[in-house]
């Protein structure tokens, strides 16, 4: 079954506690995106990669990073959550120029 | 920076009745996206719309797509209880970034 998947899917953390939020796709899609998810906000693009070793930043990319060392997966990674960095976080993969699909996404609280 | 704006942000209506949400937007594009989210869910793509004058209509849900005016609708016919969701629109900006840019959604409520 073609799918985006993220892990995991809710995470309770604290303040400056290294984490990673994993996102893999089995499409063969060259272009990935991290989106978060805030009320009244919609979701907003953090990150994105065009293909392996090509990243760029989003709209909101402040406290994030991300990798992309293999053609089906891309790491969201945040060093030292803070607060508002509260916020449901969605992955999606394309084809170039083609519809976006989502994964499931993850619930982060940062306490 | 493009601006994607939907009203309303809530809707509240009875069985029955018909709605519209719009969707405008502030820069040039030629494609335009409408999903749906339940609650605690991912986001459930309705319609792709590809270009100007484009109409997609799927079951009661019928979206349409002006460029000129920047504009997108969402009519609601006849509104179902299973209607109750969140929408969202997005404005495909495939050249810078590959990115979606979301209105911030319109929560619909659909009373019995």
């Known amino acids: 079954e073609a799918q985006v998947t993220q892990n995991p899917r809710y995470l309770i953390t604290v303040t400056g506690k290294k984490l990673t939020v994993t996102c893999s796709q089995n499409m063969n899609h060259e272009y990935m995106s991290w989106y978060r998810q805030d009320p009244g906000l919609g979701l907003r693009q953090i990150y994105y990669?065009?293909?392996?070793?090509?990243?760029d930043k989003g709209d909101v990319p402040e406290g994030y990073k991300v990798s992309r060392k293999e053609k089906r997966n891309f790491p969201l990674i945040l060093e030292s959550p803070s607060p508002n960095q509260t916020s449901l976080y969605f992955c999606?993969?394309?084809?170039?120029?083609?519809?976006?699909?989502f994964g499931p996404g993850t619930r982060l609280t940062v306490l | 920076e493009l601006k994607v704006e939907q009203n309303p942000l809530f809707l509240s209506m009875q069985e029955g009745k018909n709605y519209t949400i719009y969707c405008n937007y502030s820069?040039?594009?030629?494609?335009l996206y409408w999903y749906r989210q339940d609650p605690g869910k991912s986001l459930e793509s309705l319609f792709v719309?590809?270009?100007?004058?484009a109409v997609k209509q799927e079951g009661r849900l019928m979206a349409s797509l002006d460029t000129k005016a920047r504009l997108s609708t969402l009519h609601i016919t006849a509104a179902v209880h299973d209607l109750s969701a969140t929408y969202f629109c997005a404005v495909d900006m495939r050249y810078y970034g590959n990115k979606l840019v979301f209105g911030a959604g319109t929560i619909l409520r659909v009373k019995s």
């Open positions: 820069t040039t594009s030629d494609r």
């Open positions: 719309l590809l270009s100007n004058g």
């Open positions: 999606a993969s394309s084809l170039g120029g083609r519809e976006q699909f």
């Open positions: 990669s065009m293909n392996v070793e090509v990243t």
